[in-house]
């Protein structure tokens, strides 16, 4: 994790410094972090798959969290990469193909973290419960 977040600024200052500058929105940027949140969420997904332990991931707080946060980054980081391409078809055509998909992810995103409150609000009222 500490190496993501190293890795991480160095593309971030590497970018500010020598690639889009201070005055434009850093998308690459953005788009770094978006693939390195994905991949951490990859990397959990397979921790869980190979425990030894029956864990069920409808029920699982971290899954929806992990789910929600792949599924949002990973559309994030192609709509930044391709901002520019979306922009010249948008004057082209005048179809916005940026704002709905970016709703999408926003959608999906939150549902997930709702469903992820939601099963630990479960979580923890059945342990007080106990």
């Known amino acids: 994790m500490i190496t993501a977040t190293g890795i991480f600024l160095v593309l971030g200052l ?8 201070f005055w434009i929105y850093n998308y690459y940027s953005e788009s770094a972090g978006d693939l390195i949140l994905a991949f951490i969420c990859c990397a959990f997904f397979l921790r ?25 980054s990973m559309g994030s980081s192609l709509l ?12 082209e055509t005048r179809i916005d193909v940026y704002g709905p998909v970016n709703s999408l992810l926003n959608v999906i995103f939150y549902v997930s973290l709702i469903i992820a409150f939601i099963c630990r609000w479960k979580t923890t009222r059945s342990l007080l419960e106990w």
């Open 14 to 21: 590497a970018n500010l410094f020598w690639g889009q500058g």
């Open 80 to 91: 930044y990469l391709f901002l520019e391409e979306l922009g010249a078809y948008y004057q």
């Open 48 to 72: 869980s798959l190979r425990a030894d332990t029956y864990h069920n991931f409808f029920s699982n707080e971290y899954f929806w969290l992990a789910n929600g946060l792949l599924f949002s």
